[in-house]
């Protein structure tokens, strides 16, 4: 067994090998660029050596420096993690040279399956059944819509090199093939260094299932089971479960012997990722091997119990894999949802900035449930323009799916967040959506469900009871701390707060009466219904958790006058809190509206101006591409939202630009 590793990666999955590695005994080495420099990673790992600048392309993907950092600190293996050059040829074979160890697949087989061009010819040889397309390289826009007329519409432009969503596009005529081309190129270029892209059939009403296997070097391959990965977003993964609520026995039997003859075809040796799409009549064809860990291998390893990079060290340092296929036991159900630093309100774009709030859930087992919170932040740190935007990995498993999901949801309401805009609210309101709840799923099912962007939903039902029973209990909490203020005009005994309330909440207003009730209060409606609210909240913290009438709740808190503004299940909402006459006084109170900008495009997130694609005096039409901003490593394509000429550009390609930043102006 190695005596050091060094992890060729930063942030969460940096973190995770060196748990792993820690439980071990194995010493472990980190890297980091000018950008991670107080990162969690390098805090963690035995020592840590800087790489370069933040930029990727000059530090995480140097493969010289990467070798150079392990003949430095005598690090006898590397583990790469996912992206970067995990699934890079050049990689493993650079390394074996230096005389080091590849924690991750033979050199062959990732040029096999890592390709995502020639996967498909071996998975063919291997008598895989695989998705209608052209398996060679497109040379040009005019290339691509040739083959996307012949293949018919929809299709699918990917990468070669790709994964994680960069360098794809789905397109649904040839106008859209042509730009789906540019972008695809210009994105795996930028992400994978290799700009070859390729066209297949975009199946319809489709849903991603995933193989998780794993080899030896003794030439033994098993599946662990599958996952399934349809909650997409712009083709990246949101939340993942395992098992998958579509497959049977017989059909996970069938796609795990497919997984495991296409590893062996290609003498796989490490843990790699077989995915599929699947239609909704469980009939499924193969899409591209993952020649490295998946983002997603937390809910597999809370179905069976194994831990994936234990083994991938394992199997790299020559050891016989210690189970055979007959010895894989499926265990319950985990859910995986991925916290990114992102604002769904505004389509999903990129948000940067220091957290001044970080406050996982609990980890561990809570009641029937386990929490476990896959990270590579820590409160006061920076979310930075140069990688993917993603913070933590939230896993819950469960014995049933839906108990999972419950746990899911209370433990997404106890995540605060503060300091950038995040996707908790939206991941919140997918956790209580009744189709999601039913596993009637599909990769378009965010586009689905949410065609006009997601919009917090106003608290109604008894995520409102919930919602309106916490304020109250808030102000009361509030109110006894007021009465503990040391040198009033009057002693506390002698006045008292008015316990008739008036609860405001989305546009609703509730009269209660609010007593204390030993560790808790009872807040009584006027139709008389007597709510038990208990909480050891304390004034300043992010999150109530308590209970409402026994049922255990979690709500984010954030302070405003004379309530707070609340977010659970979801849904989001002000609270105000008010006596009888204030409620009164405050119902005249006119409501500001905001001003709009219609005339100004800006930009929507930090991000670095690629393309201007409009001119001073040109009429654009509803729809038409202006601009397009890089962030985070994805192209986001700018369009005029109605008919108008341009005025004045403000900003020029290369341009570096904060969010809300004018980039043009109509006339």
Same mark, same amino acid.
């Given at each position: 067994?190695?005596?050091?590793?060094?992890?060729?990666?930063?942030?969460?999955?940096?973190?995770?090998?060196?748990?792993?590695?820690?439980?071990?005994?194995?010493?472990?080495?980190?890297?980091?660029?000018?950008?991670?420099?107080?990162?969690?990673?390098?805090?963690?790992?035995?020592?840590?050596?800087?790489?370069?600048?933040?930029?990727?392309?000059?530090?995480?993907?140097?493969?010289?420096?990467?070798?150079?950092?392990?003949?430095?600190?005598?690090? !006898?293996?590397?583990?790469?993690?996912?992206?970067?050059?995990?699934?890079?040829?050049?990689?493993?074979?650079? #390394?074996?040279?230096?005389?080091?160890?590849?924690?991750?697949?033979?050199?062959?087989?990732?040029?096999?399956?890592?390709?995502?061009?020639?996967?498909?010819?071996?998975?063919?040889?291997?008598?895989?059944?695989?998705?209608?397309?052209?398996?060679?390289?497109?040379?040009?826009?005019?290339?691509?819509?040739?083959?996307?007329?012949?293949?018919?519409?929809?299709?699918?432009?990917?990468?070669?090199?790709?994964?994680?969503?960069?360098?794809?596009?789905?397109?649904?005529?040839?106008?859209?093939?042509?730009?789906?081309?540019?972008?695809?190129?210009?994105?795996?270029? $930028?992400?994978?260094?290799?700009?070859?892209?390729?066209?297949?059939?975009?199946?319809?009403?489709?849903?991603?299932?995933?193989? !998780?296997?794993?080899?030896?070097?003794?030439?033994?391959?098993?599946?662990?089971? =599958?996952?399934?990965?349809?909650?997409?977003?712009?083709?990246?993964?949101?939340?993942?479960?395992?098992?998958?609520?579509?497959? %049977?026995?017989?059909?996970?039997?069938?796609?795990?012997?497919?997984?495991?003859?296409?590893?062996?075809?290609?003498?796989?040796?490490?843990?790699?990722?077989?995915?599929?799409?699947?239609?909704?009549?469980?009939?499924?064809?193969?899409?591209?091997?993952?020649?490295?860990?998946?983002?997603?291998?937390?809910?597999?390893?809370?179905?069976?119990? #194994?831990?994936?990079?234990?083994?991938?060290?394992?199997?790299?340092?020559?050891?016989?894999?210690?189970?055979?296929?007959?010895?894989?036991?499926?265990?319950?159900?985990?859910?995986?949802?991925?916290?990114?630093?992102?604002?769904?309100?505004?389509?999903?774009?990129?948000?940067?900035?220091?957290?001044?709030?970080?406050?996982?859930? =609990?980890?561990?087992?809570?009641?029937?449930?386990?929490?476990?919170?896959?990270?590579?932040?820590?409160?006061?740190?920076?979310?930075?323009?140069?990688?993917?935007?993603?913070?933590?990995?939230?896993?819950?498993?469960?014995?049933?799916?839906? !108990?999972?999901?419950?746990?899911?949801?209370?433990?997404?309401?106890?995540?605060?967040?503060?300091?950038?805009?995040?996707?908790?609210?939206?991941?919140?309101?997918?956790?209580?959506?009744?189709?999601?709840?039913?596993?009637?799923?599909?990769?378009?099912?965010?586009?689905?469900?949410?065609?006009?962007?997601?919009?917090?939903? !106003?608290?109604?039902?008894?995520?409102?009871?919930?919602?309106?029973?916490?304020?109250?209990?808030?102000?009361?909490?509030?109110?006894?701390?007021?009465?503990?203020? $040391?040198?009033?005009?009057?002693?506390?005994? #002698?006045?008292?707060?008015?316990?008739?309330?008036?609860?405001?909440?989305?546009?609703?207003?509730?009269?209660?009466?609010?007593?204390?009730?030993?560790?808790?209060?009872?807040?009584?409606?006027?139709?008389?219904?007597?709510?038990?609210?208990?909480?050891?909240?304390?004034?300043?913290?992010?999150?109530?958790?308590?209970?409402?009438?026994?049922?255990?709740?979690?709500?984010?808190?954030?302070?405003?006058?004379?309530?707070?503004?609340?977010?659970?299940?979801?849904?989001?909402?002000?609270?105000?809190?008010?006596?009888?006459?204030?409620?009164?006084?405050?119902?005249?109170?006119?409501?500001?509206?905001?001003?709009?900008?219609?005339?100004?495009?800006?930009?929507?997130?930090?991000?670095?101006?690629?393309?201007?694609?409009?001119?001073?005096?040109?009429?654009?039409?509803?729809?038409?591409?202006?601009?397009?901003?890089?962030?985070?490593?994805?192209?986001?394509?700018?369009?005029?939202?109605?008919?108008?000429?341009?005025?004045?550009?403000?900003?020029?390609?290369?341009?570096?630009?904060?969010? %809300?930043?004018?980039?043009?102006?109509?006339?």
């Amino acid at each position: 067994m190695f005596d050091k590793i060094l992890i060729a990666n930063r942030g969460e999955i940096a973190c995770r090998v060196i748990k792993t590695a820690r439980r071990m005994g194995i010493k472990t080495v980190a890297v980091y660029s000018d950008a991670d420099r107080d990162s969690v990673h390098v805090a963690m790992a035995d020592e840590a050596v800087h790489i370069g600048p933040a930029a990727a392309s000059q530090s995480y993907l140097v493969i010289e420096k990467i070798v150079e950092a392990c003949k430095q600190t005598g690090a !006898q293996a590397v583990h790469p993690g996912y992206g970067f050059l995990s699934e890079r040829e050049a990689f493993p074979k650079a #390394l074996e040279a230096a005389g080091i160890v590849f924690i991750g697949p033979n050199p062959g087989a990732i040029a096999a399956m890592g390709d995502k061009i020639e996967s498909k010819k071996a998975a063919a040889a291997a008598h895989v059944s695989t998705v209608p397309g052209f398996l060679g390289v497109i040379e040009s826009p005019e290339h691509a819509v040739k083959i996307a007329d012949e293949i018919g519409y929809p299709v699918m432009i990917k990468a070669s090199a790709g994964g994680g969503g960069k360098g794809m596009r789905i397109a649904h005529s040839a106008g859209e093939v042509a730009e789906g081309y540019a972008r695809a190129k210009s994105e795996a270029s $930028s992400s994978f260094g290799d700009d070859r892209v390729f066209v297949e059939k975009f199946i319809t009403d489709p849903r991603h299932i995933e193989i !998780q296997v794993i080899g030896d070097k003794h030439g033994n391959v098993i599946y662990l089971g =599958e996952r399934e990965c349809s909650i997409q977003r712009r083709n990246q993964k949101v939340i993942e479960e395992a098992p998958s609520p579509l497959l %049977d026995p017989e059909t996970r039997k069938k796609m795990g012997e497919q997984a495991v003859a296409l590893a062996k075809a290609v003498d796989y040796d490490s843990a790699g990722t077989v995915e599929f799409v699947a239609g909704q009549d469980k009939s499924f064809y193969f899409l591209e091997m993952n020649t490295r860990l998946q983002v997603e291998h937390p809910v597999t390893e809370m179905i069976t119990g #194994l831990d994936l990079v234990e083994l991938m060290i394992r199997v790299a340092a020559g050891e016989a894999l210690p189970l055979t296929q007959e010895q894989v036991k499926l265990d319950g159900w985990a859910v995986e949802s991925r916290v990114y630093a992102e604002d769904p309100t505004r389509n999903f774009l990129p948000s940067i900035g220091r957290l001044t709030t970080y406050q996982p859930p =609990e980890e561990g087992r809570q009641g029937e449930a386990v929490v476990r919170n896959d990270t590579g932040v820590e409160e006061g740190g920076e979310i930075a323009i140069h990688y993917d935007p993603m913070i933590a990995k939230l896993v819950t498993w469960a014995p049933t799916r839906l !108990q999972a999901i419950t746990a899911q949801a209370e433990a997404l309401d106890a995540f605060a967040i503060d300091g950038i805009r995040h996707n908790i609210p939206f991941l919140s309101a997918l956790m209580a959506h009744p189709r999601w709840q039913e596993g009637r799923l599909s990769t378009g099912f965010i586009a689905e469900e949410f065609p006009e962007g997601f919009v917090a939903p !106003q608290p109604e039902g008894a995520v409102a009871t919930r919602m309106m029973a916490a304020a109250a209990a808030i102000d009361h909490k509030l109110n006894q701390r007021k009465r503990g203020i $040391s040198g009033q005009m009057r002693a506390p005994g #002698l006045f008292a707060f008015e316990n008739e309330r008036v609860v405001t909440l989305a546009g609703h207003t509730y009269p209660v009466t609010v007593e204390t009730d030993g560790d808790g209060v009872i807040v009584t409606r006027e139709d008389g219904a007597a709510l038990h609210v208990a909480s050891g909240w304390r004034p300043g913290q992010p999150v109530w958790i308590g209970t409402v009438d026994g049922e255990r709740v979690a709500i984010q808190v954030r302070s405003l006058l004379n309530g707070a503004f609340l977010q659970h299940a979801g849904a989001a909402a002000e609270a105000r809190v008010f006596t009888r006459r204030e409620a009164e006084l405050a119902a005249l109170m006119p409501v500001k509206e905001h001003a709009g900008s219609g005339k100004q495009v800006l930009c929507p997130m930090p991000g670095l101006v690629k393309q201007i694609l409009v001119a001073e005096g040109q009429e654009v039409k509803n729809g038409e591409p202006i601009a397009v901003v890089e962030a985070m490593k994805m192209e986001n394509v700018l369009r005029a939202e109605r008919d108008a000429t341009v005025g004045k550009i403000h900003a020029k390609e290369g341009d570096s630009l904060a969010v %809300d930043a004018v980039i043009l102006e109509f006339a």
